[in-house]
């Protein structure tokens, strides 16, 4: 019986290892076990309740919780999660269920567009001036970059044909997949995954206008918002540390923290807010 125990033991271990080395960073299994729990959760209603609104409630309960993971499949796209790539395309198809962004939309419009861009305001993805010259409210701004998402990444696609090409391959099967489970299930699909796709891409959009909106500035240090508030950070992955994420976009978000303190004496005080946690 011992023995037995050992070898069950033995090899939970085994396979717990196993889980842990497909991933590059140690800091991403916590927050993909959360959001691959939610797709769980959002199939399993999806099979067993047929209640409007019951999914109705769902809908509008999970806008925020789904909104948060918009932060983490951000991360996604600059910092791939695992190091098979199969494994990243089968995460990205539940993280577009979830908020609206399919593979590599992010990384053309944001990673390689935002990011390049985001100071010159004719050029910028996500600009928050109009061709005038004048600066966009918060619902116009939000308005237009979430519905010019996918026009704008696929136009920075031109510039970088091989990731566009995996971005249309796996966007058309993404939406051939909803299309199916809509079908099958339309009211289950309209409040489980077309709805929170919709509200989540608008969402993303409006959380980003504080970032860089009338900060007109060619100096990096300056062109952001950073809120150092734990719980937003926590929810965020750090997102909230927005001057180091721009300063180096490669650097994983689990280490913006200790970038963040060697850059944070170039950062104007006004451009930070919230508040830190006691070093230890
Ligand atoms: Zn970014």
Not at 3 to 16: A, C, K, P, Y
Not at 104 to 126: A, T
């Amino acid at each position: 019986m011992s023995d037995n125990l050992v070898l069950i033991f033995g090899s939970l271990e085994h396979s717990r290892k196993e889980i842990k080395s497909l991933f590059r960073f140690p800091a991403d299994r916590t927050p993909v076990a959360f959001i691959l729990a939610l797709s769980c959760l959002d199939f399993l209603l999806y099979f067993l309740v047929h209640s409007t609104i019951f999914l109705f409630c769902y809908w509008l309960i999970m806008a925020f919780p789904k909104m948060l993971i918009c932060a983490w499949s951000h991360h996604h796209q600059h910092t791939g999660t695992f190091r098979n790539k199969s494994l990243d395309r089968i995460l990205e198809f539940f993280y577009a269920l979830h908020t609206g962004v399919t593979t590599h939309l992010w990384r053309l419009h944001h990673v390689l567009g935002h990011h390049l861009n985001y100071l010159d305001q004719n050029k910028d993805e996500s600009r928050w001036k109009r061709d005038s010259g004048e600066s966009m409210g918060e619902v116009e701004y939000s308005f237009i970059v979430a519905l010019t998402a996918y026009y704008r990444g696929y136009k920075v696609g031109g510039r970088y044909q091989k990731v566009r090409r995996v971005f249309i391959k796996y966007t058309l099967i993404t939406f051939s997949i909803l299309f199916l489970l809509t079908w099958f299930n339309p009211v289950g699909a309209l409040f489980l995954f077309i709805l929170p796709m919709l509200t989540s891409l608008l969402l993303t959009a409006w959380t980003t206008y504080d970032h860089h909106s009338e900060l007109d500035t060619d100096d990096v240090f300056s062109a952001s918002r950073n809120n150092v508030g734990k719980i937003y950070n926590l929810l965020t992955g750090n997102l909230g540390l927005h001057t180091a994420h721009h300063y180096k976009q490669g650097v994983h978000w689990s280490k913006l923290p200790e970038l963040h303190e060697k850059i944070k004496s170039k950062i104007p005080p006004e451009l930070i807010s919230g508040t830190e946690p006691e070093s230890a």
